[in-house]
């Protein structure tokens, strides 16, 4: 995935805002994954009918002069009677370049470009880990770090301190609940 640049969408700004700008997807990979199933086999002689509690976060890093690693965390804690049939967790990384994009818009790049760019590698993760542990495909809704941002940063203004990690609100719509 090396070299493959996106460049702002010209229209969207000034030629005076514009130039020098640049950001780009250098390499997209997992970071880290995890997958655990305590209750196996015993959970497989049982009514498939989970709680699923998924939890998002990402952090930056700048590496290098106009490099950051971004990676977004991703959990999904599945529960069946309050007992866990499975924990899955994916952190999921890439490096990107971005130049001539400072303060508050290369926040905005950081935590809402990248990880747009990041969640559907991650949630292919994800839902491959958990087919592989014999469950049926955990689908992940689509999210919007835009919206999420925005909470943040007016939960931010409200309290006056920097804001904790934000959890979408319905991020598994769309889970399967088969029987198995």
């Given at each position: 995935?090396?070299?493959?640049?996106?460049?702002?969408?010209?229209?969207?700004?000034?030629?005076?805002?514009?130039?020098?700008?640049?950001?780009?997807?250098?390499?997209?990979?997992?970071?880290?994954?995890?997958?655990?199933a305590?209750?196996?086999?015993?959970?497989?002689?049982?009514?498939?009918?989970?709680?699923?509690?998924?939890?998002?976060?990402?952090?930056?890093?700048?590496?290098?002069?106009?490099?950051?690693?971004?990676?977004l965390?991703?959990?999904?804690?599945?529960?069946?009677?309050?007992?866990?049939?499975?924990?899955?967790?994916?952190?999921?990384?890439?490096?990107?370049?971005?130049?001539?994009?400072e303060?508050?818009?290369?926040?905005?790049?950081?935590?809402?470009?990248?990880?747009?760019?990041?969640?559907?590698?991650?949630?292919?993760?994800?839902?491959a880990?958990?087919?592989?542990?014999?469950?049926?495909?955990?689908?992940?809704?689509?999210i919007?770090?835009?919206?999420?941002?925005?909470?943040?940063?007016?939960?931010?203004?409200?309290?006056?301190?920097?804001?904790?990690?934000?959890?979408?609100?319905d991020?598994?719509?769309?889970?399967?609940?088969?029987?198995?």
């Open positions: 995935m090396a070299d493959n640049e996106v460049t702002n969408n010209p229209a969207a700004q000034p030629a005076g805002d514009r130039q020098g700008q640049r950001f780009g997807v250098q390499r997209v990979y997992i970071k880290d994954s995890s997958f655990e305590p209750d196996t086999p015993n959970v497989f002689k049982q009514q498939y009918n989970p709680q699923v509690n998924f939890s998002i976060n990402n952090k930056s890093t700048r590496i290098d002069e106009g490099l950051y690693e971004v990676v965390r991703l959990t999904a804690d599945v529960k069946q009677d309050e007992k866990t049939i499975f924990l899955v967790e994916v952190h999921q990384a890439g490096i990107f370049e971005v130049r001539g994009i303060g508050d818009q290369l926040e905005q790049v950081l935590t809402i470009a990248c990880p747009n760019v990041l969640f559907p590698y991650g949630r292919e993760a994800i839902d880990l958990v087919t592989r542990g014999s469950f049926p495909a955990l689908l992940l809704a689509p919007n770090f835009e919206s999420i941002y925005m909470q943040a940063k007016q939960q931010q203004a409200q309290q006056g301190a920097p804001a904790a990690a934000v959890t979408p609100p991020p598994t719509a769309g889970t399967g609940g088969d029987s198995h």
